[in-house]
């Protein structure tokens, strides 16, 4: 009876643990390369403005005027965002993480302000193989939304 009923409340507590695993360990850890802007990996659930591969290439953000007021915009423009999180601010490096709204997968999406007139960036997913195009999108909507920031506080 005994043997019964742990066989019974094992097979009832399996699929609960896993849940509660697969939803808190699902964020991954910061990568050690923050800050150094690393090349995307081998992998679909990265882009960057410096890639070379075209797959995994996406422009770089372009803006007129001081870096700093290209800097406020940018922010104005990640702010607006669901579920994003400034995690580092320095002079010429934006750190942003982005967890996902039901498993709270986090993204990390880096910026540079490296170059005159130009904001460099990398977006890529802690974990997992493909990211469906998530990097992407959000990279078209920032692009998006800073470029509206940028036009409505010029």
């Known amino acids: ?87 580092m601010n320095t002079g010429e490096f934006l750190h942003i993480e982005f967890t996902s709204k039901i498993f709270r997968f986090i993204d990390d999406v880096e910026f540079y302000f490296d170059e005159p007139g130009v904001i460099h960036f990398r977006s890529a997913s802690r974990i997992g193989h493909s990211d469906m195009g998530v990097n992407r999108d959000r990279m078209e909507e920032i692009e998006r939304l800073f470029i509206k920031a940028s036009q409505d506080n010029n």
């Open 1 to 87: 009876m005994l043997k019964h009923k742990l066989a019974l409340l094992k097979k009832i507590s399996t699929p609960f643990i896993f849940f509660f695993i697969l939803v808190n360990g699902c964020s991954g850890t910061k990568p050690l390369s923050i800050g150094q802007f690393a090349k995307c990996p081998d992998k679909p659930n990265c882009i960057s403005s410096k890639s070379s591969n075209s797959l995994r290439m996406f422009p770089p953000l372009k803006y007129q005027g001081t870096q700093l007021k290209a800097k406020n915009n940018l922010l104005i423009a990640l702010e607006s965002m669901p579920r994003a999180r400034v995690s």
